[in-house]
C-alpha cells in the first residue's frame, strides 16, 4: 500500500469519527441509541457481513491453511501477557487497576475500531485474516481478561464479583463468532445461498464500517476530552497496546512465511485501542472504572495518529 492509499484511508475514517462526534455534540442522537448502534453492529450487521465475507473468500482449503495460522496472535497474547505482569510490577500499579491494567495492555477494541480499520485499509478481501486476530482477542478477553478484572477490586475483596458461567459463554460466543461458524457450516457441507438472501445479507453487512466510525465518534463526544489524563499506568497501557503487543507480533512473523496481508492484518488489530467493555467489567468487580475509561478514551483517540505511522511501518512487513 503506497503513502498516498494511506493517508487516504486514513482521511476517511476521521471523517467518519468525525461526523458521529460533531452529530452527537449537535444533540441528534436521543439517549440510548449508542447502544443501539452497538446491538445493530455486533448483533445484526457484523455476523452478516461475517457470513457473506467467508462464503465470498474462503475454501475449504483456504479454510484449513488458515486455521494453523491461529497460532501466531495466541503466541502473542501470551507474550503480551507476560509483559503486562511485569510491567504492572514495575510501575507499582495499585490494587483496583491491576487486572484492568493488564487486560486493556494485551486486548484490543477488535469491532468497533479493528474491524472498520482493516476494512478501510486493506478491504474486504482481508476479513478472513482478522477473523484469526478476533477469535484470538475474544477468546482471551473474556477468559483472561476477564477474570484478572473480575478478581480486583478497590478495596481488595477478591473474588466477590464473579461472572456466571452463562454470561462467559455469551461473551466466548458472540453473535460475530457465531456468525463465522455457520458460515464454515455453509461452506464445508456446500449448502447453497439464494441470491436474494446473499445480496441482502451484504446491505446489510455493508452498514458495519460507517457505524462502528460513527460509534467511536459518538463514544469520543461523551468521554469528555477534557477529562482525559496521562499517568504512569495510562501510560503503561497505551504503550502496551501501540507498541508492545504489534512489535511482539511483528518479531513473531516476521520470520514465517506467511501471506503478508495476513502479516499486515493481524499487526494492525494488534495496535488497535482498549476494549470498549473494560469499564463495565471493572464496574461489575468494584475496581477503578475512571482508570478503566480514561484508557478507552484515550486509547481510542491516540490510534488515530498512531495508523499513518503503522502503516508506513507495515511496508517492511
Known sequence: MNIWTSI?????ILLLISLGFVLNEKGWFVEGFKGSISNLITKIALPCSIFVSVLKFFTKEKLIDLSGSLIWPLCGVIISYIIAFLFSKMLRTRQGRIGTFRASFVNANAIFIGLPLNIAL??????????????????????????????DSIGGDHGTQKIAFKQLLSKLLPPPLLGFIISIVFLWFEIPVPEF?????????????????????IVLNESGLKSIRFDKDTIGVLLGRFVISPLVLFLLLLPIPLSSLLKQTLIVQSATATPTVTPML???????VDFATNTVATSTILFMFVVPILMQLLQFV
Open 8 to 12: 487516504s484511508s486514513v482521511i476517511i
Open 122 to 151: 486493506f478491504g474486504e478481501k482481508s476479513l478472513p485474516y482478522f477473523l484469526v486476530y478476533y477469535i484470538i482477542n475474544t477468546v482471551s478477553l473474556w477468559s483472561l481478561g476477564a477474570f484478572l478484572i473480575a478478581k
Open 197 to 217: 438472501a446473499s445480496s441482502a445479507l451484504t446491505y446489510v453487512g455493508n452498514l458495519v464500517t460507517p457505524l462502528s466510525l460513527i460509534f467511536i465518534g
Open 282 to 288: 471493572a464496574a461489575e468487580a468494584g475496581g477503578d
